[in-house]
């Protein structure tokens, strides 16, 4: 690994740096705010089925971070593996937390995404998981695994495709816990994180071009 980056990748290493600590400031005061009125949201609401589905979608994506950083010695996408991990272990923490607030369990009998049947962007009608039962965006037990046999380029290669899918329905879903939830924290954060991962989808697709 050469000891000077490329003026892209200091530039992109700086972007990354600042939407790190915007994002954590952004969560910390969404996590701070106080709801008006003493009504929590219900089991069944898209404040609660947010919270609790993309805790599951994040904890995949935190995985997949973390397996990259010990497989190349590129400094950036080690740089935007720790990013995502940082921030969405995060926000992981703060959607656990508004469920313990609200009284409300971790996880429900409900099909996963079922909240999301009356965004704008979805039909109200079948199931919005793929054919593997997975939520879309969500890597299969076997392009983790290859993820986990790889190294160095390859690694960078495996990682960079399947997190750019991930991030693709995690912004979709995001805008969706906008677009129904109740909750103005819950309405807050979802939007920082879809604009957050789109950002990251692009940031992720130059690099991949340049591999």
Request: glycine share 8%; net charge negative.
């Amino acid at each position: 690994m050469t000891l000077h980056l490329e003026t892209w990748q200091k530039r992109l290493l700086i972007v990354l740096a600042g939407a790190l600590l915007v994002s954590l400031f952004v969560l910390a005061f969404v996590a701070g705010q106080i709801g008006t009125g003493t009504d929590h949201p219900s089991g069944t609401s898209a404040d609660a089925g947010f919270a609790r589905d993309m805790q599951i979608h994040h904890t995949q994506a935190v995985e997949m971070s973390r397996l990259v950083r010990d497989r190349t010695d590129d400094e950036v996408v080690r740089t935007i593996a720790y990013d995502i991990a940082m921030t969405q272990q995060h926000q992981i923490g703060q959607m656990y937390a508004w469920l313990e607030e609200w009284g409300l369990p971790q996880s429900s009998s409900a099909p996963n995404m079922a909240w999301m049947a009356g965004s704008m962007d979805h039909h109200t009608g079948g199931s919005m998981l793929e054919p593997n039962g997975l939520m879309p965006g969500m890597a299969t037990a076997e392009q983790l695994q290859e993820l986990a046999d790889a190294s160095g380029v390859e690694a960078e290669r495996i990682f960079l495709t399947l997190m750019i899918t991930h991030h693709e329905a995690g912004a979709e879903m995001a805008q969706a816990g906008a677009e129904l939830a109740q909750e103005p924290r819950v309405k807050g954060a979802a939007e920082k994180m879809a604009v957050a991962q789109v950002a990251e989808i692009t940031a992720m697709e130059d690099m991949l071009d340049k591999l």
